[in-house]
């Protein structure tokens, strides 16, 4: 069956030390994303790609980085220049198309729990 | 920049109906999304609406007024396992080459026997 897969679900992390969390999808979608969700905050967006070796900062890309090697994965690595990073982290991935009624619907991951111990 | 208003938290019966309401404002505006989000889990698509009017879809529809910036989620024959948030997202304008859509805070749904 498609989907995404994250990896690891719960990950535990001392200040000072960069974690990657892991994205993998066999949608074949073109569009990756990642968000951060915080109680009673919605979801916020990170960094999108649209394209291999592409990628755009969203709206809370600070601390943060990503790569986009291959079509099929999309990892964040959380840095020690993230002040909060304790958070649940969602990795999605759409068509893309443009506005389109397909376009940019997401499918998401199961997340990942990063807790700052 | 872009404006999404949800209530936080809403309670109702099992078997009942229950609305819940979705402001925003954006510029540009390209579709309204709906999804569900069971507790420390993955979001699911719930319904998609750029027209104004109501999507039926089972026991959930959604609705859609361009003109007041306003959308609705309406579960009917409310279940135990409709206990969950659920999230407005909208698709504003043209940013980056994308129509990325932007999430509100997400209602908290109760329903209770």
């Known amino acids: 069956d498609g989907g995404i897969t994250q990896s690891p679900k719960y990950l535990f992390r001392k200040e000072g030390q960069n974690v990657t969390l892991s994205c993998e999808q066999n949608?074949?979608?073109?569009?990756m994303y990642w968000y951060r969700q915080d109680p009673g905050q919605g979801l916020r967006l990170i960094y999108y790609?649209?394209?291999?070796?592409?990628?755009q900062k969203g709206d809370i890309a600070e601390g943060y980085s990503v790569s986009r090697e291959k079509k099929e994965s999309f990892p964040l690595t959380v840095t020690s220049a993230q002040k909060n990073p304790t958070a649940f982290y969602l990795c999605?991935?759409?068509?893309?198309?443009?506005?389109?009624?397909?376009?940019?619907?997401?499918?998401f991951g199961a997340g990942s729990r990063l807790t700052v111990l | 920049g872009q404006n999404i208003d949800q209530p936080t938290e809403m309670t109702a019966t099992e078997g009942a109906i229950v609305q819940i309401n979705c402001t925003y404002q954006t510029s540009g505006f390209n579709g309204l999304f709906w999804y569900q989000q069971h507790a420390g889990e993955a979001p699911t698509f719930l319904s998609y609406?750029?027209?104004?009017g109501l999507e039926e879809k089972g026991r959930f529809s959604s609705f859609l007024s361009r003109s007041k910036g306003y959308s609705y989620l309406l579960l009917k024959e409310l279940q135990m396992k409709d206990s969950a948030s659920y999230l407005c997202?909208?698709?504003?304008?043209?940013?980056?080459?994308?129509?990325?859509?932007?999430f509100g805070r997400g209602t908290s749904l109760i329903v209770h026997p």
């Open positions: 790609s649209q394209i291999v070796n592409d990628f």
């Open positions: 949608l074949n979608h073109d569009a």
């Open positions: 999605a991935s759409s068509i893309m198309g443009g506005r389109t009624s397909g376009a940019n619907v997401l499918t």
């Open positions: 997202a909208v698709r504003g304008g043209l940013s980056g080459g994308s129509y990325i859509p932007t």
């Open positions: 609406n750029v027209l104004d």
